[in-house]
C-alpha cells in the first residue's frame, strides 16, 4: 500500500486499486491532487504490472471537483491582458494532459461511483473506460453553475457517451443526473444499491479483465478508442495491422486450454517501458 496526500494506491493479483482519500475536503482536486495523479497514472503505465486500475473514493461524495479556493491562491487565471488570457490555454493543456492519461493508460480504467460526481469529477469519469455507480450517485456539470465553460474533457468525451442532447442539458444547465438516468442514457454500465456494491462490482469486472491475456486487452482498448475517433473503414484497416502486430498463437491455445481445464490462464505482462532520454 502506497500512501499519498490525495490518494493511496495497492496493486494486488494484478489489479490496480487507486483511492481518493481526503473524504473531509470531499476529495476535491487541488494542485497536489494533479500531481500525484499524473505520477500515478505516469508509473502504472510505465510498468506494466497491473491489468487493469480500479478507482474509487472514501467518503459520502466520489468527488466535488476542483478545489475553488486553488484559484485564489496558488493558481492565477489572468483575465486583464491578451498575453494572461493566452496563458491559460497552456495551463488548462497540462490539466487535460493528465486525465488523458487515464484515456490512454495501457490497461483499462473501472471506476466505482457514489454521491457527487461533479465537475472535474465528470472530466476524470468519462476518460476512464467503465463506471459503476451507487443509488445515491449523481453527475452534474458543475461549472456552468459558476460561471465557466467545463475545460478539461468532459463536453469532449461525454458526448460520446450519452444521448448529444443529453449532453448539452447537463453542459448548459447544470443540473443533476441521477444515478438511474446515468443507466438508461449509458454513462454508467451498472447501478448497486450501495457504495461498497458499487465498488464490489467494479472489483469483480477488473478480476474478469486480469484473466485475459494483458497485451490482448491492451490491443482491444487502442481497437475501440481508434473506433471511437475514426471512420468504420479507417479502423477496419487499423485492426488488421493491429493484430498482425500482436497476434500470439500461444496466448489464444493458452486461454482455451485454461478454459477448459477450468483454471486461470497464464499470461505474460506487458513488457516495462524505458524512456530513450532515461538511457545511457
Known amino acids: 500500500m502506497t500512501t499519498l496526500t490525495c490518494f493511496s494506491l495497492a496493486e494486488t493479483d494484478h489489479i490496480a486499486h487507486l483511492v481518493l482519500n481526503r473524504p473531509e475536503r470531499l476529495n476535491t482536486m487541488d494542485p497536489t491532487f494533479w500531481r500525484e495523479l499524473d505520477g500515478v497514472l505516469a508509473a502504472l503505465h510505465q510498468a ?12 459520502k461524495h466520489f468527488s466535488a471537483g476542483m478545489a475553488l479556493e486553488t484559484f485564489a491562491g496558488a493558481v492565477q487565471m489572468d483575465d486583464q491582458s491578451p498575453e494572461g488570457r493566452a496563458a491559460i490555454s497552456d495551463l488548462l493543456a497540462g490539466m487535460q ?7 490512454d493508460l495501457r490497461m483499462p480504467v473501472v471506476v466505482a461511483i457514489q454521491g457527487g460526481c461533479i465537475g472535474g ?34 463536453l469532449q468525451r461525454l458526448p460520446k457517451l450519452v ?20 443507466l ?36 482491444t482498448k487502442q481497437a475501440l478508442h481508434y473506433a471511437r475517433d475514426h471512420s468504420v473503414a479507417d479502423s ?3 485492426m488488421g495491422w493491429l493484430q498482425g502486430t500482436i497476434w500470439s498463437n500461444d496466448h489464444v491455445r493458452e486461454s482455451i486450454t485454461a478454459m477448459q481445464a477450468k483454471r486461470a490462464g497464464q499470461f505474460p505482462p506487458l513488457s516495462t517501458l524505458q524512456a530513450f532520454t532515461d538511457l545511457g
Do not use: H
Open 48 to 59: 506494466g504490472t497491473a491489468r487493469v486500475l480500479v478507482i474509487s473514493s472514501m467518503g
Open 97 to 103: 494532459a493528465t486525465f488523458t492519461r487515464l484515456d
Open 121 to 154: 469529477a465528470v472530466d476524470m469519469v468519462t476518460a476512464s473506460c467503465l463506471r459503476y455507480a451507487s443509488a445515491d450517485a449523481f453527475f452534474c456539470v458543475q461549472e456552468i453553475n459558476i460561471g465557466m465553460v467545463a475545460d478539461v474533457g468532459t
Open 163 to 182: 444521448p448529444f442532447a443529453v449532453a448539452k442539458e447537463m453542459a448548459y444547465t447544470g443540473r443533476r443526473l441521477p444515478a438511474n438516468q446515468a
Open 184 to 219: 438508461a442514457y449509458g454513462l454508467v454500465n451498472a447501478v448497486l444499491d450501495t457504495p461498497e456494491a458499487a465498488l464490489a462490482a467494479a472489483l469483480a469486472c477488473a478480476r474478469e479483465i486480469a484473466s485475459k491475456p494483458p497485451v490482448a486487452i491492451w490491443g
Open 236 to 238: 477496419l484497416q487499423q
